[in-house]
Structures are given as C-alpha cells and as structure tokens.
Nanobody, 116 residues
Framework: QVQLVESGGGLVQAGGSLRLSCAASGNTFSSYDIDWHRQAPGKQRELVATIRRGGNTNYADSVKGRFTISRDNAKNTVYLQMNSLKPEDTAVYYC??????????WGKGTLVTVSS
C-alpha cells in the first residue's frame, strides 16, 4: 500500500507563488499517474493537474499558464509549482496516485490560503 504525504501549503498573498510536494512510499512510483486535486470550502473536489507515468501533463483551464506539475521519480515525489496565485485558488490540495490496474491512493492534503 502506497502512502502519500503532501507538503508546502501555507498563506500567501495574491500574485505570489508556492510549490507543493507529494512524497510517496514504495519503489514503483514511476509506474503511476499522479494528480493534484483541490477542494475549496463548500465546493466539490476538482482535478487541477495530472502527470502521467510517461511524463505527459494536463491542466484544468483555471490554472493553465500559472501552475506546473512535475515529477522526480528518483525521489518518489511530484511537485505542483503555483505562480500568480489568486484568492480563488484557496483550497486544500490533495495528491492522488493511480495505477494502470485501478489501484488508487490519496494523501491527506495540504492547505493553501491566498489572501487578497
């Protein structure tokens, strides 16, 4: 069973930047697709960005051009670089791992608060 731990959240002013990290246990990290999701207060969880095991990436329209997802398989870590942050980016950010065989795992989340 893979354990995921997010870090890097915090309070930042609008226009600022944060880099989130998602560290995974285990030794087959490179075989998984990894997503970042977020859930704002009173809203449904939404997909923010995906990086596939081959390195392809996808982004929600709301973060395109501002957020960058990347992975370091040697460190079992995925990153989410968030620039030009807006108050509407305030949310708990979760990483999710998925295998080609249907196995999924979620982290417990890290809170990002963007002040106006």
């Amino acid at each position: 069973q893979v354990q995921l731990v997010e870090s890097g959240g915090g309070l930042v002013q609008a226009g600022g930047s944060l880099r989130l990290s998602c560290a995974a246990s285990g030794n087959t990290f490179s075989s998984y697709d990894i997503d970042w999701h977020r859930q704002a207060p009173g809203k449904q969880r939404e997909l923010v960005a995906t990086i596939r095991r081959g390195g392809n990436t996808n982004y929600a329209d709301s973060v395109k051009g501002r957020f960058t997802i990347s992975r370091d398989n040697a460190k079992n870590t995925v990153y989410l670089q968030m620039n030009s942050l807006k108050p509407e980016d305030t949310a708990v950010y979760y990483c999710k791992l998925a295998s080609a065989y249907g196995y999924t795992a979620w982290g417990k989340g890290t809170l990002v608060t963007v002040s106006s």
